[in-house]
């Protein structure tokens, strides 16, 4: 009697062990949702300089300024950032809202500042 019962822990322990092992396989993430850009900034452009992306996406954008500071100004979604020259600055928002918003450089950088500029596209 008191042999069998010694002989059940093992089993038990065993079926616990393979448990454990099954919560902790990870998961597949979810990176659909987050469209990321890798864009450049430098005398007097943005590149790419057209994003498009779906409504409700969440957008990450990361941002390296080559040659001097500029800044990315996203007025329609609050967005205004400084890019220190060669400091990727990560700038995440939810597209929230479709149309076609123009982004631009909001750091005085030169005689073509205020043409420094790209755009945004939501798609409904
Ligand atoms: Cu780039 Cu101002």
């Not at 010694?6 to 079926?15: A, D, E, N, Q, S």
């Not at 659909?32 to 864009?39: I, K, L, N």
Request: aromatic content about 8%.
């Amino acid at each position: 009697m008191r042999l069998s019962r010694l002989g059940l822990v093992p089993v038990v322990v065993v079926m616990l062990g393979g448990n454990l092992g099954a919560a902790q396989t990870p998961g597949p993430a979810t990176p659909a949702e987050v469209r990321q850009f890798t864009m450049t900034a430098r005398r007097y452009q943005f590149d790419p300089s057209v994003i498009t992306v779906k409504k409700g996406q969440l957008v990450r954008l990361i941002i390296t300024a080559a040659d001097r500071n500029h800044g990315f100004k996203l007025e329609e979604f609050g967005i205004n950032q400084l890019l220190k020259k060669n400091q990727p600055a990560i700038i995440e928002f939810t597209a929230s809202k479709a149309g076609t918003f123009i982004f631009r450089c909001s750091e005085f950088c030169g005689l073509g500042h205020a043409k420094m500029k790209g755009k945004l596209v939501v798609e409904e």
